[in-house]
């Protein structure tokens, strides 16, 4: 008998598990999961056991040095998964398997004090969020009741199926997702709850909180290494059984797992940008047919691919078609801003806010534009003021007056002329959420504003204070990026303003038209979900784009209808599936030669119009780097794969050259 063991550190060579010999002394105690001490070369490393063999390919083997942590880490089926992440989506299988390994490495869980089989004293981080109180059951509506039926009876068999729940914002999919999870616990089973962000969706994890009270463990950024630590322990001592969290959750080690949930499902968070760049949809469809589980997608504005896969019976779907207690979803007015030259808010917006204000209610405005203006212009000679590592375009900041890289980070003074010209005729222009906030306290100096954007949460714990400061009623109104568009129900929001409907419409993607929609519709959602009517109001310069119009509409199939013929007639996803690979460095010249050999290789093995470039990249120079882009399309996802891995291995990549294989990517930016 031979271990296979995977190295802890691979190199190019050595991706794949190595073979080593089992010394008598180990062969009791050895199991799959475990970390070892190995020889290689002429040094010793660490590995874990991930199999066993017969035979072995090499004729001299070497033995096991150690074993140097005696509970296993993962399973046999998160060795399975590990494989097929790697396979899938192009990464080592030691980056794939190390996604189920405790948060931060098993050092993390040995500095917390957490040994595998001893439950720890520390404070719950639960406490954090939610007291220990029951939560009481709502009554469902038909719909609802049909939905739950159908989903307990699939958890109750022991089946594993695929449900999308469709319902529109606050028709009540929150409760029908907690009784979902009632039945897995009640059926002896566990259950993956997964959201976009935690912080974004503080209300449904108090929810969770406190009707699961005890048996919920949590799994997100904003908790400290520690916590994480003590999360991952409760879990894999079977303390917890409900897992509450963001992307990487899914990788929890519960054992007989029921259900995994995954609410708006469309959301890019969902997609990891590290290697493996693995679509979490797609992962949870694996994790579910290997444990015989239930997933429920839920949405009221499901990826095109998604919905797609229902139409045509991969998903059963299940329709919530009406708000609780058949709230109306509130109408929607279309104001075309190429009319409007006075002011950033046009004068429909201002009257509606000023009735909400006088009223006592609250509002919340839109813009996915961080920062005050988006871009400075020389009038004279059209230079633009641009990151010098990035190559894009700087935005001001009006609190601390500088310009600002929104990808890197870099801050510079702004300039007071051309550095091309010399001219003095610097303009400014475009808005973000910092204009919005100067714009409304200018009208309404007793209005008390709260801003939601990337740079006013920046420490843990920020995006709910804040939150929680607006659903208290401690401000009148909420500006906001996409973050507010998440998971927000105050009942007190009857107005929602979307300051500039086309930045998402105007992106160089093949999906801006579905984000657009996606956000329009989930922001229009947070209006008038209780008691008091609401009202949406929507700037744009594209008034009668089918995205805008269907939104306005709340009509997601008549938008999907229109997108799904543009999606085949270019060959997009559903119908292909694509690849993008991105390679970058510090020298132009080389990358550009790099990306130029790797097409001709790809050409070779693909048919006419499946290489696609290589061209500059959308950001052609980004933190230092230029980069250059390939993209792959094809029907079959495993012949453009295979194309690509041959022609990898023939290429030579020089040390100071990156290359990123993006499959089934969510952005091509």
């Not at 598990?17 to 190995?38: D, F, W």
């Not at 503080?202 to 908790?223: K, M």
């Not at 409760?234 to 995954?262: H, W």
């Not at 979900?529 to 609401?534: A, D, S």
């Amino acid at each position: 008998m031979y271990a296979e063991i995977l190295l802890d550190k691979p190199t190019r060579n050595f991706t794949q598990p190595l073979h080593y010999s089992i010394p008598a002394e180990l062969s009791a105690e050895l199991k799959i999961g475990q970390q070892v001490l190995v020889p290689f070369g002429r040094r010793l490393t660490f590995g874990y056991v991930v199999g066993f063999s017969e035979t072995t390919p090499v004729i001299l083997t070497k033995p096991i040095n150690k074993i140097t942590w005696d509970e296993p880490l993962f399973t046999e089926k998160e060795v399975i998964l590990a494989k097929w992440l790697a396979d899938y989506y192009d990464s080592f299988l030691i980056t794939a398997l190390k996604l189920t390994l405790p948060p931060g490495g098993i050092k993390d869980v040995a500095r917390a004090g957490l040994p595998l089989k001893r439950k720890s004293k520390i404070k719950d981080a639960l406490a954090d969020f939610a007291s220990s109180e029951q939560a009481a059951w709502l009554k469902l509506n038909n719909e609802q009741s049909s939905a739950l039926e159908k989903i307990e009876a699939a958890i109750e068999a022991g089946e594993n199926k695929k449900f999308l729940l469709f319902g529109v914002t606050g028709s009540g999919k929150t409760e029908v997702y907690l009784r979902a999870s009632q039945k897995a616990l009640d059926s002896g089973r566990t259950a993956i709850i997964l959201v976009p962000e935690i912080g974004l969706t503080s209300q449904l994890v108090t929810r969770f909180c406190q009707h699961f009270s005890g048996r919920v463990a949590l799994l997100h950024s904003d908790l400290t290494p520690k916590q994480r630590a003590h999360q991952w322990q409760r879990i894999a001592t079977d303390q917890a059984k409900l897992i509450l969290g963001a992307r990487s959750a899914i990788f929890a080690p519960l054992k007989d797992l029921g259900l995994i949930i995954i609410d708006e499902e469309y959301e890019q968070t969902y997609k990891s940008e590290k290697n493996p760049r693995y679509h979490v949809r797609e992962v949870a469809a694996k994790l579910a047919e290997l444990n015989k589980a239930v997933v429920v997608l839920g949405s009221a504005t499901p990826s095109i691919e998604t919905y797609y896969a229902a139409e045509k019976g991969e998903y059963e779907k299940l329709n919530l078609p009406d708000r609780i207690d058949s709230r109306p979803l509130p109408p929607v007015t279309i104001v075309d801003m190429r009319h409007e030259k006075e002011r950033v808010l046009s004068p429909l917006l201002r009257e509606e806010l000023k009735a909400t204000f006088e009223r006592h209610e609250q509002a919340i405005l839109f813009i996915n534009r961080r920062g005050f203006f988006t871009f400075i212009m020389c009038r004279d000679c059209g230079q633009t003021v641009e990151c010098e590592r990035c190559g894009v375009p700087l935005v001001y900041y009006q609190d601390e007056k500088i310009l600002r890289c929104n990808h890197c980070g870099r801050g510079v003074p702004a300039p007071t002329s051309c550095s091309r010209c010399n001219a003095v005729a610097i303009n400014y222009f475009g808005l973000g959420t910092q204009r919005i906030e100067q714009e409304v306290a200018e009208l309404w100096p007793a209005v008390r504003i709260l801003r939601y954007d990337r740079d006013s949460v920046t420490k843990r714990g920020d995006h709910t204070a804040l939150l929680d400061t607006f659903a208290a009623g401690k401000a009148d109104v909420l500006i906001g990026t996409q973050m507010v568009t998440k998971g927000m129900d105050v009942a007190n929001v009857t107005l929602v303003g979307v300051v500039a409907a086309d930045t998402a419409l105007n992106l160089p993607e093949f999906r801006a038209a579905e984000r657009t929609f996606q956000l329009l519709t989930q922001v229009a959602g947070r209006a008038g979900r209780h008691h008091l009517p609401g009202k949406v109001i929507i700037q744009t310069y594209n008034p009668n784009h089918y995205a805008i119009q269907t939104a306005a509409q709340h009509d997601y199939e008549a938008f999907y209808r229109q997108e799904i013929k543009h999606r085949e007639e270019l060959a997009y996803p559903p119908f292909t599936h694509l690849i993008n690979i991105v390679l970058s460095g510090i020298v132009s010249s080389q990358v550009d030669n790099i990306a130029n050999s790797l097409a001709q290789f790809l050409n070779k093995r693909l048919a006419p119009g499946q290489v696609l470039g290589p061209v500059p990249a959308t950001f052609a120079k980004l933190r230092g780097s230029y980069r250059f882009q390939i993209m792959l399309k094809g029907r079959k996802v495993e012949t453009i794969r295979q194309a690509l891995k041959e022609s990898l291995m023939r290429l030579v990549l020089p040390m100071t050259l990156k290359v990123t294989v993006d499959v089934d990517p969510i952005s091509l930016l």
